[in-house]
Structures are given as C-alpha cells and as structure tokens.
C-alpha cells in the first residue's frame, strides 16, 4: 500500500475514533454501581424545580443560584395539563416556554432529569393530568383504559419529539427521563400500562436514553411501580433509615448507581393545617448521609415557587393547597436565599467544588403600602358579562366538565320551589359540592356548603324566589385513588327531601373578563339588600396603585395581604395571582413578581370576595408589605395533616 494512502486511511481512522470519543453519552454502569457520562463515572446533586410555579424572566436567576449552590443537576416535571388545556391546543410559549428553560440550564451549566409524567403529583391540579380527559365519565386514568391511552399517545406523540433534540447523547442536557411517576402508589398497578408508556418513549426518544422509575423506599411500592427495562430509584425523605430505604431500592436493581430521586427538603402545606417546616440541621444530616454512600440524589424542592391562577392540587379526604409552594426549600418562593440553602451548600462542598464566584443576591422586596378598594358588583349581578357562553338549562345539575369548563367558577341558578317559612335544610346528603357553595336566596348570602365539611345549611325564602349556589373548583385531587375529581355540583342539592331542580348554569370566564376590562361596565351594582354582618354576597373590588417616581429599581417584587378579608381570588393587572383565606390559613401573603406590575400605567387590583369584605362604612385596603407570611395560626386545624412526612401519610 503505497505510503500516502496508509496515511490517509489512518488520518480517517484517527479523525472517527476521535469524533466517536467526543460524541456525548450518557449511560448505566453496572459494574461500578454509578452513572457514566461521556465514559467517565457520574455522581449527580440535582434539585427540584418546577418552571409552572415561576415567572420566566426568574428562570435564570433561579438556575444560577441552583448551579451556585453546587448542584450539577436539576430536576423537572412537565404538567401536561399546562401544555394542552384543551385537546389539541398546545401552548408552549411564553411561561410555558419549556425550550428555552432548557436551553437556560444547558447555558448555566446544568444537566436536566425529566420527568414528563404522564402523571405527575407534584401537588398540581390532577397531578397535571389535563381534567378533560374526564370527558369519559369512567376512564380509569394511569392505565391501559383505551381513550386515557390515545390522549397519552397524542400527547407524548407532541412533547416527545420536541425533547429528543435536548438530550444528552444529541447534544442538549436531559441525562435521564423518568416514565409515570410513584406509579407503585397507585391501586392500578397494570403493568401493560408501564409496558405501553416504556414502548412510547423508546420509539420516540431512542434505545440509549436511561428510562427510569421513582417509587418509594419500599417493597411494596416497587412491586407495581419497577418495571423490566426501567432503572428503579426510590424517593425518602430525611430522617429515613438510609440503608433500609438503598436496600429497598437494591431489592429492585441489585447493581448499578444508588438513587434518591426525591429528597424532601420540606413539605407540603394545606389550607387549615399547620405550615410545614423542616429543620436544616435534619436536612443536611440527611443528605450527608446520602452523598458518603456514594449515592445520587435529588432535593425536592431546592425551590419551591408558586401556584398561581388555580393550580393547586389537593390530598384526599379533600384538603386543598394553599397558593404559596415555598415548601420550605432552601430557595423561598420568592427565590430568595435561606440559611438552609447554606446548610446544604456546606454539606455539597465536602463532596463536590463549588463553583467560585458570589452568589446572586435575594431579589429585593417593596413594600408599596395600603390601597384603597372598592365595591364593583357582585357575581349575580355580574353574570350577563361573565358568562361567555351563555346560560345552560337543565333538571337537574351538571358538572364543570359537562359544561366544558376546567377551573374557577360556575354560578347555579334555581328557584325555591316552596315557601320555607320556617329554616328548611339546603343539603348535600351525597357531598357532591366540589368544592365550596356559596349560597343566597332571595339576593341575601344564606351559607356555604363546603366538601367533606358542611353537608347542610338553612334557608327561608318564599316560593319563587332565586337560590344562587357559586360553586368554586378549589383544586383537583392529585394523589390516590380519587384523581378523578370531577367538579361543581356532582350531585343533586335537596330542599328538605326533595332535589332542587330547574336548573340555569353559567360557566363563568371570570379571568377573561378581567383581562377585557369588562368588569363594572355593564349591570347594575349595589343592588344589593343589606347583608348579615357574618356573610355578604360573593363581590368583585377593585383599586389601583401607582408605583412611586424617583425610586431606583422599580418595580420590585412584592407580597400581598388581605387583613380581615376572609377568602377569595386576586388579579394584578390581569394577571391571576391565586387563591387566599387568611380566614383559615396558614398562607396570609401572596408573592407578587415584579414582572406583572407597571411603572407607566396605574396597576390594577381586583378581588373576588367570597364571603365578606372588611368594606363597610370606612373604606377596606389591602396592603402590599415586603415580608411574606406563611405560617400563621390555622382555624381548623385536622389532626390528619399534623406531620406529614411520608407520602404514605397522604393515603
Ligand atoms: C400560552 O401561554 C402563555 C404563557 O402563560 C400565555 O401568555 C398565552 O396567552 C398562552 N397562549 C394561548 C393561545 O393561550
Ligand atoms: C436501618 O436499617 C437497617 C437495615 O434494615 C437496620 O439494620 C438498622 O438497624 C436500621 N437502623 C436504625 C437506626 O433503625
Ligand atoms: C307562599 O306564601 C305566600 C304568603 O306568604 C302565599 O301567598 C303563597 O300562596 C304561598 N305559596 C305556596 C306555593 O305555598
Ligand atoms: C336548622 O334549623 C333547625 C330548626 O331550627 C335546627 O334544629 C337545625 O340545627 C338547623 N340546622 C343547621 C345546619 O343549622
Ligand atoms: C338527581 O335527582 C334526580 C331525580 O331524583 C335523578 O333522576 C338524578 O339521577 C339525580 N342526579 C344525580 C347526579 O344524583
Ligand atoms: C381588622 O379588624 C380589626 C378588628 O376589627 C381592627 O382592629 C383592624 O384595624 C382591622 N385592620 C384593618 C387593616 O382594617
Ligand atoms: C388599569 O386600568 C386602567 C383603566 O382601565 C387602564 O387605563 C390601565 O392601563 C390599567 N393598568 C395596567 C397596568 O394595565
Ligand atoms: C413564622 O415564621 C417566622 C419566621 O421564621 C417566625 O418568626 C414566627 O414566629 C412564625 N410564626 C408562627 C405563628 O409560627
């Protein structure tokens, strides 16, 4: 062979061995019980964090001060019912811009682990299953039911090949992708379920990505939840025995690396029940004892954030949760730093290098004081121009899904078949009020009929006159066997023993209506007979603030409270801030992004109160203060939520 072709056959040989080593990788290693990225063994510290619960223009900051804290890797879920609110209408844009966060963290310099569900807890409405697939009134959702296996078929048939770029192998940052989520927990346990979903992500995303399962530390739930071909990892949280909960996760793969997929760095809160805290000195132990194993490990939450507009999930028996999820995380909601976040920094610094340089700073807060609210309508006076579609009649009631509508509220609408001179019991003896009623007859606020709590209330009227129920969707069961959580009146309401019938349903765009500015232009207003000093009418207010002049750095972000108010909705400009009821709590200040609040126009607030306004003969405010509050006393506390740790608890 003359000498100038050998050359150049081992320049090429030389070139594609070359290329072949550089190409990226990522993979199990059996034998050394760890990762393998790029051939080289792999330890991931990843945190939890979830871009529906943040404000875009905060992703990076987030990102970074995750990457600061010497995280080499995060952890993400993707909600579907965020992406597809309506069966084939995809939003991925803006807020829901779930390319350029990976984009972000690639640029930071983190790895990504996806968790795509299709179900995902995460103390998100329905576990981010979208509630339309309850178009099929018996769908057994997270199994091989044939119309929940076409919309996860679609779905994933969407998202998946929009990810495939952004994995490791092809040059994006996602390692590992995670299949159904705790599935082991579900009473399904159909394994032609896994099967199916196992297939689907293989034939979109390729042989060589990792799949996995996360379950927790148990045999029993690793019976239904591992599968043949799925990587199995558990999820404990600290204060574990660290060697039962690995030895359970060995049960189910006796080589390969130890995994903590969810390493509780607090807990979840409920409306009525103690605010959750966990302290960082346990925290830290615990995750010690966690990377001196050897073992990777994921911090659920390392920040928490929020669930604006009616994303909250909820527990069952039905507990839902509040708006804040700052979760106790070692960055608040607001993304500000915490002593816990030094806490774990220090413990990652014994086993990894920090990256040298400061760490970004807590966003700073403003305090822009009290403003003046006033009375616009209430919602019967207001329903003309919230209801969109217009009115809806039938028998008897129907549900939000009957009525195409996902969240916030429906207005029923009846008469009182016959006088009730003496208190007559308005009754919910099957507790299908999903989730609280708010009741008036005759235009004067009567009770509210709550699930799980208050089955009946009294009423007086005379025959004919209007009985108004404002049904409010507090958010879908996320967790267990009850996910299928249909909402409204699920069942009849009765009048003494007889069902109310004659029903007129408005499906309310009480958000779109917001946006328009359609609010207070039409109707009349102040129709309204004196009220009970107890209950009023479910009313809109309104006020406005402007953000002062000559002041650095305006606007900031911001909390909002609402003293003496008792439970309701908050729009900022528009923009659905979430739910609050300091009445119950523990949750007393909502987080206010900066984002949404203007320097050039006067900011709108508007409120929808539920139940009674502080605005009588003086003039009622809320208040924007610069420290959130997230722990006051609760007024019904339930023994059931008072230390829950454990997901098992949450059965
Ligand atoms: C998509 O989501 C973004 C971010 O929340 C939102 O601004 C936009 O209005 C949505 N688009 C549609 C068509 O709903
Ligand atoms: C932790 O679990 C291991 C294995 O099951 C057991 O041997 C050990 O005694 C436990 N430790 C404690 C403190 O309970
Ligand atoms: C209800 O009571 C009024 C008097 O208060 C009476 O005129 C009317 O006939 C009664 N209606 C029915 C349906 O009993
Ligand atoms: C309704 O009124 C009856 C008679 O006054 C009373 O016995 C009962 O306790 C009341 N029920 C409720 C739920 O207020
Ligand atoms: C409501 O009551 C009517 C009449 O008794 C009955 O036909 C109907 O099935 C009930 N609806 C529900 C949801 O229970
Ligand atoms: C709230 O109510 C209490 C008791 O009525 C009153 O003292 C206080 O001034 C009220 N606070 C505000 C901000 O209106
Ligand atoms: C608030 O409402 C007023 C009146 O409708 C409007 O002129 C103004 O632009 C709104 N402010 C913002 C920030 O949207
Ligand atoms: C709430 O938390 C703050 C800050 O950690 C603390 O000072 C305060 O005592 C707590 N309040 C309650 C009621 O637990």
Redesign the pocket.
């Known amino acids: 062979m003359p000498l100038i072709r050998f050359t150049i056959i081992l320049l090429l040989l030389l070139l594609s061995a070359q290329s072949l080593g550089a190409s990226p990788s990522f993979s199990l290693d059996y034998e050394n019980d760890c990762f393998l990225k790029d051939g080289q063994p792999f330890r991931y510290i990843s945190g939890s964090i979830h871009y529906s619960r943040i404000p875009r223009v905060y992703w990076k900051d987030r990102l970074l001060k995750m990457y600061m804290a010497g995280l080499n890797a995060i952890q993400i879920y993707i909600p579907w019912n965020y992406h597809e609110a309506f069966p084939g209408q995809y939003n991925f844009t803006g807020d829901r811009d779930l390319e350029y966060f990976l984009k972000l963290a690639q640029d930071i310099g983190l790895v990504v682990i996806l968790r795509p569900g299709p179900y995902i807890c995460a103390e998100w409405d329905m576990g981010g299953l979208p509630a339309w697939l309850l178009n099929k009134k018996n769908v057994v959702l997270r199994s091989s039911d044939p119309d929940y296996i076409a919309a996860v078929d679609k779905w994933m048939g969407t998202l998946l090949p929009m990810m495939k770029p952004y994995l490791y192998q092809n040059g994006g940052p996602i390692i590992t992708v995670q299949v159904e989520n705790e599935y082991g927990s579900y009473f399904t346990c159909d394994y032609n379920y896994m099967r199916h979903l196992t297939q689907l992500f293989r034939s979109h995303l390729g042989d060589e990505v990792v799949l996995f399962t996360t379950d927790g530390a148990g045999l029993n739930f690793l019976k239904c939840g591992s599968l043949q071909g799925l990587y199995a990892t558990v999820d404990f949280g600290p204060g574990a ?1 660290i ?2 909960a690995f ?1 359970a996760q060995r049960h189910a793969e006796p080589n390969g690396p130890l995994v903590n997929s969810e390493f509780y760095t607090g807990w979840l809160d409920h409306w009525g029940s103690r605010h959750s805290v966990v302290s960082s000195a346990l925290v830290a132990k615990s995750l010690s004892q966690i990377l001196s194993v050897g073992a990777n490990v994921n911090l659920y939450m390392f920040i928490g954030g929020t669930n604006f507009g009616y994303w909250n999930g909820a527990n069952s028996p039905y507990g839902a949760q509040p708006t804040s999820y700052d979760y106790d995380a070692p960055l608040t909601e607001a993304g500000d730093l915490t002593e816990k976040y030094f806490a774990i920094r220090d413990v990652i610094s014994m086993y990894n290098k920090i990256p040298e340089g400061p760490v970004p700073p807590s966003t700073p807060k403003f305090a822009y004081g009290a403003v003046k609210m006033k009375k616009l309508q209430t919602v019967s006076d207001a329903v003309e121009t919230l209801s969109f579609s217009g009115p809806v009649k039938s028998p008897y009631p129907q549900t939000f899904i009957d009525l195409n509508q996902a969240f916030g509220f429906v207005l029923y609408r009846t008469t009182l078949p016959v006088n009730c001179s003496e208190p007559t019991p308005l009754s919910s003896p099957l507790n299908g009020v999903h989730d609280r009623a708010y009741v008036s007859v005759g235009g004067s606020a009567v009770g509210i009929l709550e699930r799980n709590k208050v089955l009946t209330i009294n009423v007086t009227g005379t025959a004919g006159s209007q009985v108004d129920v404002l049904v409010e969707n507090m958010g879908r069961i996320n967790y267990g066997r009850d996910i299928n959580d249909f909402k409204g009146l699920v069942t009849n309401l009765t009048l003494g023993a007889v069902p109310l019938s004659g029903w007129t349903m408005y499906s309310l765009s009480i958000d779109e209506a917001i946006s328009q500015g359609l609010l207070g232009r039409s109707g009349h207003t102040g129709t309204e007979p004196p009220q009970p000093a107890a209950l009023s009418l479910p009313a809109f207010y309104v006020g406005s603030f402007i953000i002062p002049d000559g002041i650095p750095d305006l606007p900031q972000d911001t909390y909002i409270k609402l003293p003496n108010w008792t439970k309701g909705q908050i729009w900022i400009n528009g923009f659905n801030l979430g739910r609050y009821w300091p009445a119950r709590g523990p949750q007393v200040t909502l987080f206010v992004p900066a984002n949404i609040l203007s320097t050039s126009a006067p900011n709108n607030v508007t409120v929808l109160e539920l139940e009674g306004a502080p605005c009588g003969s003086q003039p009622c405010t809320v208040e924007f203060t610069d420290t959130p509050i997230l722990n006051a006393t609760v007024h019904s506390e339930s023994s059931r939520h008072r230390r829950l740790l454990v997901k098992e608890d949450l059965l």
């Open positions: 025995n060697t039962a030895d």
